[in-house]
């Protein structure tokens, strides 16, 4: 095998790496919503512990990054690659951080009833697992029009955490009772809605691969 050879397996291997990356926080993602909706306790522990997972294969992840770059010495874009191979690490390892956080909001609660059976949270988080998965693909297929199609999802995550703080302001008004649950609620929200920025930040890697150009798709 020649050395090129050898570095594109290199490069494919890292995208198998940051796709497995990508499936194990959906999966954190999919498991803290879940474990809010149930009030299941114990699995809301079980994402909080699941955690050091993810950061372990990040840390691999950069690790590999900067070997690539160290002994290969890329340039154009296969240096590209490795670079946004590395963010998007970076901000697939947040949204698992992210999906801990919704956890322990969940923990905090304990076991007290939930002021309403929930519908908007659990959507913004199917948005968000969506959104993961079209990115990773994205990455992976080199696909900047699926980037940014993905991007463009993050504009209903937003609106529906809006419409999430609007209502539980009204809880909280005509009951001060709600407050501290409406408060972990609020913030459960708030951390869907970062999740949903981070994916777009996952879409401007797909595209630096493609053009070398630096977009802004948070707007």
Same mark, same amino acid.
């Given at each position: ?25 959906? #999966? ?92 908007? *949270?659990? &959507? ?36 529906? #955490? ?5 209502? *539980? ?14 408060? #972990?609620?609020?913030?459960?929200? &708030? ?27 948070? *707007?």
């Amino acid at each position: 095998m020649n050395i090129r050879q050898s570095f594109q397996n290199s490069l494919e291997e890292l995208q198998e790496k940051v796709f497995e990356l990508g499936k194990k926080v959906n #999966y954190q993602v999919d498991a803290a919503m879940k474990s809010l909706a149930n009030r299941d306790l114990e699995l809301a522990n079980e994402v909080v512990t699941g955690d050091l997972k993810i950061n372990e294969l990040q840390a691999d992840i950069e690790e590999n990054c900067m070997l690539l770059i160290a002994t290969q010495q890329p340039f154009a874009k296969d240096l590209r690659k490795i670079v946004a191979a590395f963010k998007i690490s970076i901000n697939l390892e947040r949204i698992g951080d992210l999906a801990v956080d919704v956890a322990k909001q969940n923990i905090r609660t304990g076991e007290q009833k939930l002021l309403k059976p929930l519908v908007d *949270l659990p &959507r913004m988080a199917e948005i968000v697992q969506d959104m993961v998965l079209k990115g990773i693909e994205a990455y992976k297929a080199e696909d900047q029009e699926a980037a940014k199609a993905m991007a463009a999802m993050d504009d209903k995550v937003d609106e529906l #955490y809006k419409q999430v703080f609007r209502e *539980l302001l009204v809880f909280m008004m005509e009951d001060p009772k709600t407050i501290g649950q409406a408060t #972990y609620l609020i913030f459960v929200g &708030r951390f869907l809605e970062r999740m949903g920025d981070c994916c777009t930040n996952i879409a401007e890697e797909v595209v630096y691969i493609e053009t070398g150009d630096r977009v802004d798709l948070n *707007l």
